[in-house]
């Protein structure tokens, strides 16, 4: 196997870890912020010239460049982890002072090595202690965290359901004679190792991290009590769809054939499902977290629906998804902090006047993830319905309902917040801070250029596409129209 020209995965994993047990021991919360920023930075540009030398080897898997390291990354894994630091960086520059405390710099660092060790780990008992440490920040709740026992408990279901998965494949893989039994690219070759029980127990530890029905409520009830822009960082690592797109179908290629689109088709209700919900909704923070439940059940359902369309605007809309949810509840939070706290219900606050510049952010990051022509959402959302209409014949079209009933939702989040009267002095509520707008100014650009040349960002992903549709049993097709 080709090599990286430097432990590269080692130090995007390993720096946050370092630098959170830095800030666990000083008091300065100013300092601890900058060491957590610069980390989170260094681990991002470790991150992208890794995406950069998987590129120039076609997409093929790299290893690094010593032997005892448990990392192999290819094109599937290196994308995500230049996604996933770069929304934890933003998380962490935006994030409001009054959050930044120590708890919650250590919870996002650890929660950023975690993911990064899960994306980049070629063996299961790694990927098992990745699942597990980015599960840690929320073991310990608040007191008026009311679902947070129930959550905490979902998370351990989760991880005894892996655990017992990667048991059965560990004990079938070493009778099969694998050399290495927990090695996921020594094990795709022997085809269906564990049986349709250790699918079986796959498919479940990814309904409960995605919060697919019956477990959306668990889900969502992390926003209520955990801080928000953890939950959305926990959501926004997508482990339960990596875990399917690495594990599940390089595994188990004939029995997911079969299996997978009974996981698409309760992803697929769950997005429609949540965001019905959403009508009645009068919490911001809820409907937040019920726009990102749907969104992340779309994202599932296109992976598992079985077409090449549909992994491919899977992977785009997960990129859309990262992005624009980062920014939006990024901004909410600024506004929580401005106002003094959750607005209770959804009343016309008038911020728009004090706060241009958020509200711009804010209606942009919006219509990008609803999927407005000209945004990368667009793009995302078109290959989705398609592949899910490909998949499910006419009960796809639910998908095409789930998206605008999310886009109703994020009109009546912005309307509520942003228009009407305002209730608060001008002193009393600062518009958008410097680090808050290079930050989010990124992420629009990003989204616009995405959504004015998709053709780079589907051409960005489409080795990815092409490992995921031979992994189901599709054959020769990488990506859309080919």
């Known amino acids: 196997m080709a090599e990286l020209i430097a432990p590269l995965v080692t130090a995007s994993v390993f720096l946050p870890l370092a630098a959170a047990a830095v800030v666990a021991k000083i008091g300065d919360e100013s300092r601890s912020r900058g060491i957590a920023v610069n980390a989170a930075g260094v681990s991002l540009l470790c991150s992208i010239e890794t995406l950069r030398e998987v590129m120039r080897a076609g997409g093929a898997a790299l290893a690094e460049p010593w032997s005892l ?41 650890i929660l950023l090595s975690s993911t990064l060790a899960a994306y980049a780990a070629d063996n299961l008992i790694v990927f098992f202690a990745a699942w597990i440490g980015s599960a840690t920040p929320f073991l310990r709740g608040t007191k008026d965290w009311r679902g947070g026992r129930i959550f905490r408990l979902n998370l351990i279901a989760g991880a005894v359901s892996l655990a017992a998965a990667v048991t059965l494949i560990e004990v079938t893989g070493a009778r099969a004679g694998a050399t290495a039994p ?43 009590g955990a801080p928000i822009l953890l939950s959305a960082l926990s959501m926004n690592s997508q482990l339960g769809v990596f875990l399917i797109a690495r594990v599940a179908l390089s595994l188990f290629p004939e029995l997911a054939a079969d299996a997978l689109p009974w996981l698409s088709g309760l992803a697929l209700f769950t997005s429609v499902y949540t965001a019905l919900l959403g009508i009645v909704e009068r919490d911001p923070r809820r409907l937040l977290s019920i726009i990102m439940v749907s969104q992340c059940s779309a994202i599932l359902a296109g992976l598992a629906a ?11 809309q997960w990129i859309v998804v990262a992005l624009a949810s980062t920014a939006l ?75 605008a009933l999310n886009a109703y939702h994020v009109f009546v989040l912005f309307t509520h917040l942003f228009l009407g009267k305002p209730v608060f002095s001008r002193s009393s509520v600062p518009d958008a801070l410097p680090r808050e707008r290079w930050a989010l100014s990124a ?11 998709p053709d780079r960002v589907v051409a960005l992903r489409e080795i990815a596409v092409g490992a995921v549709s031979r992994a189901h049993g599709e054959p020769g097709s990488t990506g859309p129209g080919k």
């Open 182 to 224: 927990l090695s996921i690219s020594e094990l795709s070759a022997a085809g269906d190792t564990g049986g349709p029980l250790a699918l079986a127990l796959l498919m479940l530890a990814a309904i409960l991290h995605s919060g697919l029905f019956p477990a959306h409520r668990i889900v969502m009830g992390a926003f209520d």
């Open 443 to 453: 992420f629009i650009v990003l989204l616009i250029w995405g959504g004015l040349a």
């Open 306 to 316: 079985g077409s090449p369309e549909g992994y491919t605007g899977a992977l785009v």
């Open 69 to 109: 390291s448990p990392f192999s990354v290819g094109q599937l894994g290196a994308a995500p982890m230049v996604l996933f630091a770069a929304i934890a960086l933003v998380t962490l520059m935006v994030a409001p002072r009054r959050d930044t405390d120590r708890r919650f710099l250590v919870s996002a660092l």
């Open 329 to 403: 509840i990024s901004i909410y939070r600024s506004v929580e902090a401005r106002i003094g706290g959750n607005p209770g219900s959804l009343r016309f606050l008038g911020l728009a006047a004090q706060m241009p510049r958020l509200a711009v952010f804010f209606a942009v990051s919006g219509l990008a993830l609803i999927g407005l022509p000209g945004t990368l959402g667009f793009a995302g959302q078109h290959l989705l319905v398609h592949g899910m209409l490909a998949a499910h014949s006419w009960w796809g079209v639910a998908l095409p309902i789930a998206i």
